[in-house]
Structures are given as structure tokens and as C-alpha cells.
């Protein structure tokens, strides 16, 4: 399974909505854009986009080191319909300082230096030793998930179903046949499937080793749909 800091690291440099709140300032109104794109430096600090006349830059500008503290909050939903969208949540906070001159005219870089870090997610909720997560590598899938569990629910719903096959025992009495298969997430381990009916429960599907790119993970699914076809 994926480390706490390489999910982590994976929500923080994904396209997941995130705010940024800062102690003793209004919260940014639900139809303030991200920040985005995020970046992880090589000490583990986050850089971010922003205006330059927001709020969070105009309260970095006179910030000093370690004066400004601040949280990126990290949300991620599901990219598909299925009940329960939400799929984990990541907490990063530290302090906020400006790099100036690093963004394009009208816009200024944030450098977040990490203090403390936690995901609560469909693994499990637990805190991220900041050192770990700045060796960490996010998931070489985490561009392209969102599409894929799109397009493997749209056109693949068929071999979803047939996949329930592959749990045995451990889908007694839950009816998993007659529910829907609802692709809920993806990395480079393996597939998670929402079944989805009277009863919702997750299954996961590991593949037979990681894999590192969308070519080797097309290599894995066919056979993974093989294995269950049979």
C-alpha cells in the first residue's frame, strides 16, 4: 500500500480543491479558486500561486520568518458518482512567507514551510512526519486518475461487475453481484471498487507489482479483467 506521506505528497500535488486559512483572517469564500498549481520543494516545503492583491499575500508581505502560520487544507472527491464522494481529506500547516519574483505579472509565490502534517483517507487517518513526506514521490498515476476511473467507468462497467468474482468468501451474504461496480480510486498498487446497492461496501485489487506509468497500468488492468472473466 501507498505510505501516509506518499498519499500525502499525492494530495498536495494533484488537482484536488485545497484553501488556504490562515489564523485571524476571513476564510476564503467557496468560490475562491485553488491554489494552484502546488509544488513540493526539495525540502519538503509547498509553494503556491496566488494573486497578488489576495489576502493570504498582502498577510505573507509582512510576515516574517516563522510568523505567519497558516494550513492548506486538501479535499479529495471522487471523480465519478458514487455515494460517499469524499475521499480523504490532508492537513498541512507550517508558515508563510512571499517569494517574490519567481511568478508570472500579477500573481505571487507562497513558500509554506511544513511544520505538521495528516491525511484522513480510505486507508486510514494518521499523522506524516514532515521529513517523510518531503522524501516522498507522489504516485505516478496522480495526473492522470481522474480520467482513467472516468473512462473505466463509462466503457468498462461490464468487467467492473465481473470483478466481485475475484473476492470469494469475503463477499457472503453482501450481494455483491447484483450491485454496482464504481471504480472510487487508483494508484500504482492496485484498483479501489465502491460496490454499490443495499449494501456499499470497498474492495480492492491489488496488481501483480507497481506500476509505473499508464502503459505498464494497462498491461496490469487487462490482466486483472482476465483473471476475473475466468
Known sequence: MPSAAERTRTLVQSTCSAVLLIPGMD??????PAPQPRVVGVDGEVFLIHPVDSPAVRAATHAQDDELSAVLEITDVAPVSVPHRIRGRAWVSGWLTCV??????????????????YVDDLWGATAVEPDDFAR?????????????????????????????????????GTGAGRQR????????????????????????????????????LRRAMHTLFEAAAH
Not at 164 to 170: E, I, S
Request: glycine content about 10%; some cysteine.
Open 136 to 172: 516522498a514521490a507522489a504516485d505516478p498515476l496522480v495526473a492522470h486518475e481522474a480520467e482513467l476511473l472516468q473512462h473505466l467507468h463509462s466503457a468498462h462497467g461490464e468487467q467492473l461487475q465481473e470483478l466481485c468474482g475475484l473476492l470469494g468468501d469475503r463477499v457472503e
Open 27 to 32: 476564510g476564503p469564500r467557496p468560490e475562491t
Open 100 to 117: 517574490p519574483g519567481l511568478a508570472e505579472a500579477g500573481s505571487m509565490m507562497l513558500r509554506l514551510e511544513v511544520g505538521e502534517l
Open 181 to 216: 461496480a464504481v471504480p472510487l480510486a487508483l494508484d500504482r498498487f492496485g484498483l479501489r471498487v465502491r460496490f454499490v446497492g443495499r449494501n456499499c461496501f470497498d474492495a480492492r485489487f491489488d496488481f501483480p507489482e507497481p506500476v509505473r506509468d499508464v502503459t505498464e
